[in-house]
Nanobody, 123 residues
Framework: VQLQAFGGGLVQAGGSLRLSCLAS????????MGWFRQAPGKEREFVAA????????YYSDSVKGRFTISRDNDKNTMYLQMNPLKPEDTAVYYC?????????????????WGQGTLVTVSS
């Protein structure tokens, strides 16, 4: 599975963005997919995750209630709707895939990675 993330950009605080992650091939129903982000000088952190089969979704406390993760199986695409955005959301956002999905919060568990897309939120 190859992943391609896009949709980042510059937005004012309170605004919104939708990130997309296109998965090549045919993701299996058990594939876990996640969004992570990494700000300058900080560790890569978990944002949100779901199973490709749908249903179960997870969020970090810092984005819960503001971000929504979803996927469109017909388009092989995962999304991250973000609003309202805050300056502290500024980071490079990565999408990732894990065939085992045993620890969705741990970026080290993920096997497939997209190239990252930059989100900048101005105050």
């Amino acid at each position: 599975v190859q992943l391609q993330a896009f949709g980042g950009g510059l937005v004012q605080a309170g605004g919104s963005l939708r990130l997309s992650c296109l998965a090549s091939g045919r993701p299996s129903a058990g594939l876990g997919m996640g969004w992570f982000r990494q700000a300058p000088g900080k560790e890569r952190e978990f944002v949100a995750a779901l199973t490709w089969s749908g249903g179960v979704r997870y969020y970090s406390d810092s984005v819960k209630g503001r971000f929504t993760i979803s996927r469109d199986n017909d388009k092989n695409t995962m999304y991250l709707q973000m609003n309202p955005l805050k300056p502290e959301d500024t980071a490079v956002y990565y999408c990732a895939g894990d065939p085992n999905f045993r620890d969705y919060r741990d970026h080290r568990a993920y096997v497939y990675w997209g190239q990252g897309t930059l989100v900048t939120v101005s105050s």
